[in-house]
């Protein structure tokens, strides 16, 4: 044998990521595929890489010194199920099995329960920054356990993206610990990508102003606090025209966003742990909402307000201005809830999550990638047990400085019927935890009215109850509901 790590599955991504190995010293790489024409077109390609090509699981095995290490890359699904199947029967115990593929995290925590009973180590490992990412340099997320670590933590550190001197993947924590932090990475990329888009449609709507126009204001904003990969490829969107009509690109592509489903697990996870991730959950709606053709045909016959205000001259500067103030705010509180959701994730699965770390490995490679991932790290060394990320001092400065424009864009666009929804979820969560009193109080009062459910009081200990079918005297309850 002679190859240190292998690759299963050589579609773009797999491709991509082997001929990063490849090309970091001291790896040799075998690569495994389904059909064996894509390797042989890799081998032909690439002779720079020196790839040991195999054509059986057999043949992979016996390719790998031990411990075999191998990366799936396959797309997320019953797929990878039938790859582990197979690298388990020709694995030995003490070898590493990492799927770099979307997988649910409970599906990983079902493949990694599995695949430990027989000795062998499996690594749910999340891997974002896309094709390109693949081939330059990921964001790398992986779980597992700690002894595949000792072998992988080479090879993967060899590979990543670097941030600040620092590569880009750390070892997450235990068993599906990385594929639940690529997750909730995706439902933020979901929350930054609305949140620019709403920014985008207030601007242009509010202003007149042109795609093109809009795209440089994009290429300013991205020379400031809001500097990231996402604001970066908004200006080389928007900047796009159309060859063929000679429009912008932006005007004639169908304005129906598709999901595979990260954003949506996001937020299905969130609900079974009780954390309020509203952004991304409204960020995931609205993608809903646009994907609805059947749905959005009653438009023109829904009123509208009697309000168009459009901004024009100085105004519009000021309005946009107020844009990226609201945007920036709006993006704390995604991350923010981002964070908690991790946190919440971790503790419900007792995985040791540093979030600092988190934020670090997300600076360089991945889609999220941004100039601010500092300023979470610096909150997180500072306090790693930090509850919720936006009270961190630099964080309330800066919603101290947004938030007027933020309250004055959310109102702008209820004013005008602009739809807004990331922008004002985010807001009303924001206003929701700043609240001394939530009329919470009300709900339980209506819970124990019509179920007695009972409430707690502020006053004193226990769980009580009303009598609100007879003498409406409270009791103190027998059992908490
Ligand atoms: C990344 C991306 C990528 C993801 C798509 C899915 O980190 O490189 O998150 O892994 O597959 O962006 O997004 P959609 O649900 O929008 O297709």
Redesign the pocket.
Known sequence: PSANVGVVGLAVMGSNLARNLASREGNTVAVLNRSRGRTDDLLAEHPEAGFVGTFSYDEFAAALTVPRTAIIMVQAGAGTDAVIDELVRVFEPGDIIVDGG?ALFTDTRRREAAVRATGINFVGM?????EE?ALLG??LMPGGSDESWTTLGPILRSIAAIAEGEPCVTHVGHDGAGHFV?MV??GI??ADMQLIAEAYDLIRRGTGKSPAEIAEIFAEWNRGELESYLIEITAEVLRQVDAETGRPLVDVILDQ???????AWTVQTALDLGVPVSGIAEATFARSLSSHPEQRSVSGSLPGPSATVAATGADADLFIEDVRLALFASKIVAYSQGFGEIRAGAAQYGWNIDLGAVSRIWRGG???RAQFLNRIADAYAQTPDLTVLLTAPYFVEALQRAQDAWRRIVQNAAATGIPAPAFSSSLAYYDGLRADRLPAALIQGQRDFFGAHTYRRIDKDGTFHTNWSGDRTEAPATSSH
């Open positions: 979307n999340g891997v974002s920054g896309g990412g990921p964001s690529k990475h995706n990329e979901y966003a598709g999901a595979k489903g990260t954003g991945c889609i999220i």
